[in-house]
């Protein structure tokens, strides 16, 4: 924006109006009131945003504190990651290069490793986040035929934040299941050989209780969703894994039951 001060001249406008973050306006130099801020933090530059079908947003933005700068993942309920964050005992970068929303309001995103020797803006490695929990990251063996089964001769070596990043909405049956596709680059261990190429890589989002098996979408559990379940459970449909361990099996059952007798008491 022409504010004739370089420390407030730049801000995320959406539909025609500077974005809010829980009531607080996201505009470089203002103070940050949403959830989950530090105090006296404040925004400092946009990096990224997405938004969906039905208005919702996400962005990542940079702040301050005094001297110590960070990078930060909001939306309009608040702050849900920041860089120095740890996440299963990786730290987040100051070095976010990807993010994505889907309808389901899930969220991905690339973000750096900090190394042991680095300071909170260096690293090392990349990973993938879904929401909060790490799905892929550098080192990982990569499905490269596609038969389901990871094969360890291809490693992946980069996740790359320009480029394709993007999710599906959760499965129809509203089951915990998503697939994430991605931009990054792939090692061939056995002759050393890398290429680039856009990997699907699956994601279980957190169990949705009753709605997760009301198969017909009518409000309700009923008989005609467990007539439903058992008829994907034959034929080991990938969306009968209650559990999301890849398997379908008796524990599914297991899981399928005790949901079923919550969900249709009176």
Not at 132 to 154: H, K, L
Not at 222 to 228: E, G, I, N, Q, S
Request: proline residues 3%.
């Amino acid at each position: 924006m022409d504010s004739g001060d370089e420390a407030s001249d730049q801000a995320i406008v959406f539909d025609g109006s500077g974005l809010q973050a829980d009531g607080g306006l996201m505009r470089e130099g203002v103070v940050i009131t949403a959830a989950g801020a530090l105090q006296n933090e404040v925004w400092s530059r946009p990096l990224l945003v997405d938004t969906n079908d039905i208005g919702m947003w996400i962005a990542a933005m940079r702040t301050s504190v005094g001297d110590d700068e960070y990078v930060v993942v909001v939306s309009d309920s608040g702050i849900s990651l920041r860089s120095g964050q740890a996440i299963d005992g990786l730290t987040l970068a100051a070095s976010l290069t990807g993010l994505a929303l889907n309808n389901d309001g899930d969220t991905v995103s690339i973000w750096g490793v900090v190394s042991e020797l680095s300071d909170a803006w260096a690293s090392v490695g990349t990973l993938l986040l879904y929401n909060d929990s790490i799905v892929a990251r550098e080192g990982d063996a990569v499905d490269y035929d596609g038969d389901g089964v990871a094969d360890p001769d291809y490693t992946l070596r980069r996740l790359r934040g320009r480029g394709w990043l993007g999710m599906s909405d959760r499965s129809p049956t509203g089951l915990p299941r998503v697939y994430i596709h991605v931009n990054a680059l792939v090692t061939k261990e056995s002759t050393g050989e890398s290429f680039g190429a856009v990997l699907r890589i699956e994601a279980r989002a957190p169990n949705l209780g009753c709605a997760s098996i009301d198969y017909d979408h009518d409000g309700m559990v009923t008989t005609a969703d467990f007539d439903a379940y058992m008829l994907l459970y034959s034929s080991s449909d990938p969306d009968a894994d209650l559990n999301g361990d890849g398997l379908v099996n008796s524990q599914d059952i297991s899981v399928f039951v005790a949901l079923f007798a919550d969900c249709t008491q009176p």
